[in-house]
């Protein structure tokens, strides 16, 4: 069997924020996202700098609140308050995790529903839910982009999520129940779990543990969705980056395949993008979060 497919996640959000600052220039004012930070970690300092940077070559305002790592929940509270009142923004994102003695629930259920670009709030999980018009979760909308730009038509094809998180597995079983899969969601204590991800036309890895899933697990010509993003040791005393899925193991049964770095990571701040521009439409249109 010829090697899998690799899907090269970096060069498709490469066109989508191409269209996203097509569709910028033509909009009465710019969008504006506002990222919180709060705290020093490294790993978010980082993502935190690359989305300004991003959004400002979408043609959009970046507004970037770095708050200290001892900082009140009342203070991150007022803050987020305050972004919901302001006209200028029309996406809201707390970058996680937060420092332990924050509250991160209380923060995502502060930030207005139409503002909430990263798609945690409990009214837009409940719209996903329900099948109704929402802001979705950018990783997970990340992934059906990829899947029906690879596939077309999803329709009556086998889909397994490993990992059930609010993040990532729960709404991308959602969008694919949506384009009428047939979704089993499996995790860490699923019995038999290498039989169910064999059954899977599209096998979605998304339980944070290196290289879990194993090539034996996979169905051959399946399409792979590798979501993990795990930092291990590697030769000389470094690091390397690694999916949840065996990615050399993988490539002589998939038939597509993500990989780690370069595949779903790009298309996180890519939707993240898409999603403040919709969430900006409606406000231009004259509904969203300024009714």
Not at 24 to 44: C, F, I, M, N, Q
Not at 135 to 163: F, I, M, R, W, Y
Not at 237 to 264: C, H, M, Q, S
Request: proline share 7%; charged share 20%; aromatic share 2%.
């Amino acid at each position: 069997m010829a090697e899998a497919r690799i899907i090269d996640g970096k060069a498709f959000a490469a066109n989508i924020l191409q269209d996203i600052a097509a569709a910028v220039t033509a909009l009465p004012d710019k969008p504006g996202l506002a990222v919180v930070l709060v705290g020093d970690d490294p790993a978010s300092q980082v993502y935190v700098r690359n989305k300004a940077k991003t959004t400002v070559e979408a043609g959009m305002r970046s507004f970037e609140h770095r708050l200290p790592a001892d900082t009140p929940q009342l203070d991150l509270l007022a803050l987020i308050a305050g972004l919901n009142e302001d006209r200028a923004v029309h996406g809201i994102l707390v970058q996680l995790p937060l420092p332990a003695h924050l509250d991160a629930a209380a923060v995502i259920a502060a930030i207005n529903p139409d503002k909430d670009v990263d798609g945690l709030h409990v009214i837009n999980a409940g719209r996903l839910a329900a099948g109704l018009p929402g802001l979705v979760p950018c990783t997970p909308l990340g992934c059906l982009l990829l899947l029906k730009n690879e596939l077309g038509d999803l329709s009556g094809l086998n889909a397994v999520v490993v990992g059930r998180s609010n993040l990532v597995g729960k709404p991308i079983a959602q969008l694919l129940l949506a384009e009428n899969c047939t979704v089993t969601i499996a995790h860490s204590r699923t019995k038999s779990l290498p039989e169910i991800c064999r059954g899977a036309d599209i096998l979605i890895a998304a339980v944070g543990r290196p290289e879990m899933v194993r090539g034996e697990w996979i169905k051959p010509g399946a399409t792979v969705i590798d979501v993990g993003i795990n930092r291990v040791p590697a030769e000389a005393g470094k690091t390397k980056l690694v999916g949840d899925v065996a990615f050399a193991e993988a490539l002589g049964v998939a038939g597509r395949i993500t990989p780690v770095p370069g595949g779903v990571g790009p298309m996180t701040i890519a939707c993240l993008l898409r999603n403040t521009l919709t969430a900006a439409n409606r406000v231009f249109e004259g509904g969203g979060a300024e009714k």
